[in-house]
């Protein structure tokens, strides 16, 4: 979520929500379409900024299409025209009455900008205000005062305003029919930018928060601009700025808000718990269309989390969950038949966007009845299918769990009798972590999310285990679930586990190949996510571990729909740091926002693998 184009992180906002839309070369906007401005109040009294593009055509009746965004609703100014309208280029023929605002507290909007502001379940007085009142009170005044519609409203957004169309399907007004939810925020600690499994996202959170989340003076329409961090090599920035207890004096010095509130919360405790909107996804009553991307880097937690919790609470309202092989985002206008060096075979971004997306708006908004939809269309990438089933995970599919054995191999059933204490170990240096990419770079990007291993699989702080070469296809569909045995000589550690699919010998390279990748033996990262241990027991209760002893460690690699050719290898690597895409774990128990230099240590992991501790994965194999 939260994409910044100001914090070089451009790709959702830049897309959809930015002024930078791809141009509709063969759609004239300004023709067809006449644009106002509206400051539009609040309940409050607060004013937010909003661009109504209205169809020149007085003579039909138009839903309308809200989208509100942090990062900015221009360009501004009533002859300043947008290069298009709406989530895709086919929306604005169809004939929308398109609305893009500016949320509380950004560009020309007044008030205070909070970052994933909570949800306020009990409204007392109209001084009470939330993400979900702003929209409700911005329908009822474009039903009052833009004329020639037809009574309906829809909502999308992507990132963070993704998460502004969750909010807004909670209270919803009667009025709204429709909302897509794409790849939204929705908790911050457990799964969502600026944490996983507790973990702080230390590169994606400095970008972010340095080019969106400054002190402002009042409404402006001008960006703040990107930090310069002085090299091109972000690895050796964060490694030089040191603790994360420093960042702020060194290189914020309070301009940055929302980078001291989390400092002040390394748990998670209400503030966090405040910010998840899930428990209020009831009483729906409108069609949902939740979108997520398998190598979305940001916000993969976020939709699918959506998704499950609308089923869990309005099982008999009309919702689907659309994931594809893309990036985050990448489905908004991307043709989406590759990412990186892995290929799809199709253009699966212009499939959604004239298969799916606009004949939901036009089915909700319209009563156009183009296609419907099953409960769950997703990607299958490696045999790089469309696939729909009637929920998700499909119900057919079957656990099974992969292990750990002796020699580095990895294979179903689990591994033989012998020493209890039968594993791998690997020294753990802070001032020497394992990097998530081979690739130089001060942002993440979003390549590394399929980007090949080699780089990490011969390090000597990283375990590797591999299957043998597979007789049949394997396919997986469904949450990945990491279970290890594993012990330290500290009292903290992080552990990351990533799934890789790895090519034959003799794959064929890619054509064009401009980078000269060698696809034999590639290792292409499927699926990777870390956990800190300090939270096996509880994320709100941090508890250290004993020095040498044994202790099972489980969390989630997310869900993933993929098939592993036959003659292709399956592939486990085990390791402690992902830096800097992670911070650094001082490997000793300690509230690591207030860590000193010194705290941090060397440490000796182990990696058990026997019949008493049995490691591996945790997969749904669907037949």
Known sequence: MLRGVWGGLALAGLLVSGWGARAQETYDIRAHYRKSEHMIPMRDGVKLYAAVYAPRDGSGRYPFLVHRTPYGSGPYGPDAFRNSLGPSQAFAREGYI?????VRGQFRSEGEFVVMRPILPDKKSPRDTDESTDLYDTIEWLLKNVPNHNGRVGQWGISYPGSQTVWGMIDAHPALR?????A?????????????NGAFRLMYTFSWLSGSARTRKGPSEARDAPFDYGTPDGYRFFLRAGSVARIDEKYFQGAVPTWTEYMQHPDYDEYWQRQNPVRYLKNIRHAVLTVAGWFDAEDFYGPLETYRNIEKYNPSNTSTIVIGPWLHGGWASMPGDSLGEVRFGSKTGEYYREKVELPFFNLYLKDREDTRLPEALVFETGANQWRSFDAWPPRQAEPREIYFHPGGRLAFGPPPGGPADAAESFTSDPARPVPFSAETRTTQGHLWMVEDQRFASTRPDVLVYESEVLGDDLTIAGPIVASLWVSTTG???????KLIDVYPGNAPDNAPNPRGIRAGDFQMLLAGEVFRSKYRNGYSKPEPLVPGQATRIEFSLRDRFHRFL??????????????PVIDRNPQKFLDIYRAAESDFQVATHRVYRSEKYPSGVKLLVLK
């Open 98 to 102: 398109f609305v893009y605002e500016d």
């Open 178 to 182: 429709a909302s897509s939810p794409q």
């Open 184 to 196: 939204p925020a929705i908790d911050m600690f457990i799964g969502d930018d600026f944490h996983h």
């Open 491 to 497: 009292t903290d550690a992080d552990w990351i586990c």
């Open 566 to 579: 036959k003659r292709h290898r399956v592939m486990v690597q085990v390791q402690s740091s992902w830096f």
